[in-house]
């Protein structure tokens, strides 16, 4: 690695890098590399690199590399004391820059040493991998080979660049001058998709977990027209799954490449050829090119089963293992890896693992010690033994200490998801006749029900309030949106969230139910999270109720409450799920919407003169009376509710629907374009502004849908402009179009705010109630002629308290009826 400089170089102007904002050339790449490197030093120095898939990160590793460094990648936003302390690097770069902690070094760097890498993962053992410069090429140059990566690929970073399955992908393609998507979005994110499509991504790489999350967002119907392959290690993936998805790329045009290794290979041993993945999915391949493989007797295996340890040897097997800063002045101590598992050569010269031999699990792409988890848990008072299950940490632990606590430190000490834990409280630990643990009465005490409860046991209990659903129904491993949450329940359990957790994590409506439990944030007595769409809706339901009953004039609520819905729209229903399950969840979000409506119109007919039978069916604005007070009043529900029913129609049609997953961002400007087009009336249609009055205000919607889809400054950018070319001479009012901009402004560019913690409480509470608000505040109002301010909070107040009637006549409904496994089935005849 001695040549980084001159290898970026020799791709000369050929694209190297490929972000949301940038994109690099190889010369561009090693100039910066170069810079980076001077920075460095001359003296070879150990630096402990903070890594994110981002371009500064990039720049530094390889400027380490090339200057002869020894580079120790750790995972940003962790804590690295532990590490810091033992080896004492020369050099910290994070996300403050980089930091020179002395001049020259402290320490004695052998001749080879390239990089130190964790056996573990993200745990902060200080246990690390030595690799050398030919490490690092070898296994580069092997995989390059049989992935057969060329110029024109190019790969997104889809896993951590601090863990070696990551920082094989960076190597092998830039090694053979491919292109590199870098990128922190989850594969769950439609910008990660929008970013992989634009780019023209060729692969990706995924451990287990991210199958799972493939499978959760409807992958398999994806348009992904420049995809060649995938890879997938970091731990065995079930074999019905990859004859699954080596049967779907067979059928699509890419590949699935299995592969098998370990950080003490660098990364890969072994790897399936595509072609042989659908007939032999449980299967680790063959060894990588110029790596082989040995079975060696297993003491405690039978002889006569020609199964044993598995044995690598090649290039890429480590130098040998760290403990300790005095430990990187040795050289090469290993030559072969004995990897701990059990195996068979089959006739055909396939490899397949049958069995574990060591106290080691591989979970999310991390080597996961049990030793080290049961130690961790003793460290915080928690006597436990640990074993796996399924491709689950399983975790046995002694009263008083509460399931869900146990599953929390275990992760926490494992660096996975507490969704990945099952745990359990029993009155003492089982231990066999000879005193040792019985981990095989462990697992057989991992009920997934039973753990599944007690994950989540406070949070499921929000989810069923706020989604009104069964308690039992709410699936531990489902998100918010899966569960069916929309932009209306969004608000109530961002709220609860928010209480229940102390800090609302990025993105929490995609994240499973099982990670949110655990995440609890310290407190700040006085401040809360805010998202704008909330505090929005409830700052212009205050004005659309403070103007009508003429409080004030401050008008334009209404309008930012449309780009709010449209928002929304492009949030919740326009995930990446199957066309059907969008399909459904729009026509849940439009019951939301409509039958309280109807219901509120019918109930206003009989008692009151305020409403004409086109109000019942929501089409006043079509149907007429147009010179009536009914034709404003209801406008808002109108409008969105048939705008809701046209996209769902649209939702329906597959090719409409592919066009969106594809060019999401594309789709919603073209809409918002459709939109201002019907605006300004560029065909000459002469609309009006009473039967169309749907159509010539469709284009708020619009912009809050193109708003959501921004994935970049340019993009948002664009959108701000077109809303401000809109709503120019929109309104008589020059007041109401500035009033409509800023809340535009709010939500495109500061997606929270923070406020005193009660403010946020009642803003949260205004916000809920919004839709009941606005059906029922045309009639309470009036009650208090002449007294504007009751009746602005007398509406506020039947808005909030039929809100929660409602809420609890649902609960109430939920909870008398029975569950599935309280009704008697009567026994087949």
Known sequence: MTGVLEALRGHGDRIAVLTETEQVSYTGLADRVADAAGRLGDTRRLVLLETRNDLPTLVHYLAALAGGHVVLPVPAGRDHHELAATYDPDVVIGADGLRQRRPGSAHSLHDELALLLSTSGSTGSPKLVRLSR????????????????????????????????????IHSHLLRGAALILTELSVVDDDFWTLFRRHRGTSFAGVPYTFDLLD??????????????????????????????????????????????????????????????ADHPGCIGRPIPGGAFTIEPLDGW??????GELVYRGDNVMMGY?????????????????????????????????????????????????????????????????????????VAATAPHRPAEVARLAADAAG????????????????????????????????PLDDATAQAEDLRTVFADVLHMDRDAIDPDASFIDLGGNSLTYVAMSVRLERALGRLPADWQRLPLRDLQGRTAPRRRWIATLETSVALRAVAIVLIVGSHATLFELWGGAHVLLGIAGYNFGRFCLTPVPRKDRVRHLRSTIAWIAIPAVVWVAVALVVTDDYYLSNLVLANKILGPHDSMTAGRLWFVEVLVWILVALAALCWIPAADRAERRWPFGVAALFLVAGLALRYDVLGLDLGRDAWFTMLAFWFFAAGWAAVKATNPWQRLAVTIAIAVGLYGYFDNPNREALVLAGFLLLIWLPAVRFPARLTVVAGVIAEASLYTYLTHFQVYAVFEGHPALGVAASIAVGVLLTQAVTLVRRRLRERKPSVSSVAVPAPR
Request: aromatic share 8%; charged share 25%.
């Open 416 to 447: 996975i998801p507490s969704s990945a834990v099952r745990a359990v409280v029993v009155p003492e630990l089982p231990m066999l006749s000879t005193g040792k643990p019985d981990y095989p009465a462990v697992r057989a005490m991992a009920d």
């Open 216 to 277: 959760r967002i409807g992958f398999a119907t994806m348009d992904l027209p420049d995809l060649r392959y995938l890879t997938q290690a970091g731990g065995r993936l079930a074999p019905e799954r990859v004859r699954r998805y080596a049967e779907l790329g067979a059928a699509r045009g890419w590949q699935l490449f299995v592969m098998y290794g370990a950080t003490e290979a660098t990364a890969r041993m072994a790897y399936l050829p595509p072609e042989l993945a």
């Open 322 to 394: 760290a403990y300790g800063s005095a430990d990187l002045s040795r050289g090469n101590e290993v030559d072969a890896l004995h990897t701990g598992d059990i195996a068979r050569r089959r006739p055909d010269g396939l490899y397949e693992v049958i069995g574990r031999s060591s106290r080691f699990v591989k979970m999310y792409g991390l080597r996961i010690d049990l030793q080290r988890i049961e130690t961790a848990l003793r460290d915080h008072g928690v006597a436990a033994l640990c074993t796996d299950l399924d491709e689950r940490l399983v």
């Open 134 to 169: 030919r490490n690092l090429i070898s296994n580069a140059t092997a995989i390059a080979e049989y992935l057969d990566i060329r110029e024109t690929d190019r790969a997104a970073t889809t896993l951590p660049m601090s863990y070696c399955y990551g920082l094989s992908v």
């Open 302 to 307: 039978p002889a006569d089963d020609a199964a």
